[in-house]
């Protein structure tokens, strides 16, 4: 079982940053697939942006160019850079890693992230 903690979120005013880290219990290189993802009130959980375990990166078009996904294995954690926040950006963040091959997918219980504007 691996245990995914994010740490980060807050309260922001529109233009600002943060910073969203998630810490895997275990080794992330395992894992070819890490990833956030967003569910804001009322809506369903979307894609945020992904990274492949080769270092390949994915991103949802609303946060193309603000938004920046990066893994550390050094330090067993997946990342993602957020500037230019907007209040529709609100939304409870997922960490998600996966390896499909192996049957591997888990979750983090999430962090709020709040743009007022």
């Known amino acids: 079982q691996v245990q995914l903690v994010e740490s980060g979120g807050g309260l922001v005013q529109t233009g600002g940053s943060l910073r969203l880290s998630c810490a895997a219990s275990g080794s992330i290189f395992r894992f070819s697939i890490m990833g956030w993802y967003r569910q804001a009130p009322g809506k369903q959980r979307e894609l945020v942006a992904t990274i492949t375990s080769s270092g390949s990166t994915n991103y949802a078009d609303s946060v193309k160019g603000r938004f920046t996904i990066s893994g550390d294995n050094a330090k067993n954690t997946v990342n993602l850079q957020m500037n230019s926040l907007k209040p529709e950006d609100t939304a409870v963040y997922y960490c998600?890693?996966?390896?499909?091959?192996?049957?591997?997918?888990?979750w983090g219980k999430g962090t709020l992230v709040i743009v007022s504007s």
């Open positions: 998600n890693v996966k390896n499909p091959l192996l049957g591997m997918d888990y």
